[in-house]
């Protein structure tokens, strides 16, 4: 059964902005709170200003950038938070756009799936307790933590079958963003499924993460998904994705390629009913947890309208 979780659809300048959220999961039976890479409050800040309130609740990543540390400093704030918490924690992790790596590694990785391969081999045996030996292209590691930590899980962000295929090796959650239903049916979870077969290990759980707006008298859907995801649509992986998604965005206008985000599903903007019905069409692709995502209302109308239109989406699917 398909799992209802909410995404903070900010990147957070003062904590407050999370608390809202945060209770919403505390007092509901909304899953976790998911957050995004943020510079202005690093994210397991803004989550351990959340537990010292008292709001202690299932959290996740999607997903923190591997250049910002080193995967024992990776491990490290991850346990540590699980245990500010004493909740399940998904510890999501990504390479990052090519240029963010130029940016504070002086270059890109040239695998980017060995180097995210080598970071996971590190935080997951960090975490286990274990001792760690691992002396990599990209990362070394020659360390223990002493202790282990049982409520983290590791996800990698996911959008092309390479790195699906990894994340059936590797992670405990595989996490996409901005991927039409019908890619992540066709796409993402026969190559899950290839890398776990591969590993003889479980599929690892699937969580979407899905930018929506309630379709509204004189609202522009274009807008909103602009709103949303332009950031996105400027990065090479997302255009590749998206591409082998069926998405032709080259020679389009800003406003062309937020309304082909729109017809294709990437960014659902319908009436609930049509919510719904896209929300199913994850489920119906293996999908086992939607983190709604309102990121295009917040930047559009502001936090209130949001925090609304969320609302009326969860009581619809009868979590709130």
């Known amino acids: 059964m398909l799992k209802f979780a909410v995404m903070a659809p900010f990147s957070t300048i003062q904590a407050e902005q999370l608390t809202p959220y945060a209770s919403m999961v505390e007092w509901t039976a909304v899953e976790r709170l998911w957050q995004g890479q943020s510079i202005a409050i690093e994210p397991h800040q803004g989550f351990a200003c959340q537990a010292g309130s008292g709001l202690r609740i299932p959290l996740g990543f999607a997903v923190t950038l591997m250049p910002l540390r080193h995967p024992f400093e990776a491990a490290v704030q991850a346990a540590s938070l699980a245990r ?47 001792p760690v030996d691992v002396q990599g292209d990209y990362y070394t590691c020659r360390a223990s933590l002493g202790v282990s930590s049982p409520s983290v899980e590791i996800g990698l962000g996911v959008l092309r079958p390479g790195m699906a295929r990894l994340a059936g090796e590797v992670a405990d959650v595989a996490i996409t963003w901005l991927t039409p239903a019908p890619y992540v049916r066709d796409v993402i979870m026969p190559a899950l499924q290839e890398g776990a077969e591969r590993a003889g290990r479980p599929v690892p759980r699937l969580v979407s993460a899905v930018p929506m707006a309630i379709e509204r008298r004189g609202r522009e859907a274009a807008e909103v998904a602009l709103a949303s995801n ?57 999908v086992d947890e939607v983190a709604l995502n309102f990121t295009g209302v917040q930047n559009k109308s502001g936090p209130k309208a949001a925090m609304q239109e969320l609302r009326e989406v969860l009581r619809e699917v009868g979590v709130l």
């Open 84 to 130: 500010i918490t004493g909740q399940p924690l998904v510890a999501g992790f990504g390479p990052g756009p090519t240029l963010f790596q130029e940016m504070l590694l002086g270059q890109r990785y040239r695998s980017p799936l060995t180097a995210v391969r080598e970071y996971v081999t590190i935080v997951r045996g960090l975490l286990s307790g274990g």
């Open 230 to 286: 332009a950031a996105h649509l400027r990065g090479p992986h997302y255009q590749d994705m998206l591409g082998r998604a069926g998405l032709d965005l080259e020679q389009k206008s800003p406003l062309e390629q937020g309304q082909a985000l729109v017809d294709s599903g990437a960014f659902l903007c319908r009436d609930l009913d049509g919510l719904l019905a896209g929300l199913k069409d994850y489920e119906d692709a293996g």
